[in-house]
């Protein structure tokens, strides 16, 4: 079984910053792509960042240069750095394993963290 567990979620102003971070336990992390994903209130779950086994990035156009996802395989983690937040940001964060296909899409993650709320105010 895999767990992913969120920390660093939290309330920060408009411009400020903060890093998520996901740990996993069980299975091979290594092996497998990582996701950053979030849903606000009303919306779907979008794609928010992605990193490979070999640690090549992928970005959703709304958070590329401000966002930077980045893996610690001996910690068996995955982060997010979040700088230059915007309101629009607030939501629930989600990291995710990816098992195959696209890394954009929510079907191709197989395991899930509970989240971690981020609120960005104006």
């Known amino acids: 079984q895999v767990l992913l567990q969120e920390s660093g979620g939290g309330l920060v102003q408009a411009g400020g910053s903060l890093t998520l971070s996901c740990v996993a336990s069980?299975?091979?992390?290594?092996?497998?792509?990582m996701g950053w994903f979030r849903q606000a209130p009303g919306k779907e779950r979008e794609f928010v960042a992605a990193?490979?086994?070999?640690?090549?990035?992928y970005y959703a156009a709304a958070v590329k240069g401000r966002f930077t996802i980045s893996r610690v395989n001996a910690e068996n983690a995955v982060y997010l750095q979040m700088n230059n937040l915007k309101p629009e940001d607030t939501a629930v964060y989600y990291c995710?394993?990816?098992?195959?296909?696209?890394?954009?899409?929510?079907?191709?993650?197989?395991?899930w963290g509970q989240g971690t709320q981020v609120t960005v105010s104006s």
């Open positions: 069980g299975g091979s992390f290594d092996s497998y792509n």
């Open positions: 990193i490979s086994t070999n640690s090549a990035t």
């Open positions: 995710a394993r990816h098992y195959s296909g696209s890394l954009v899409t929510t079907t191709t993650y197989d395991y």
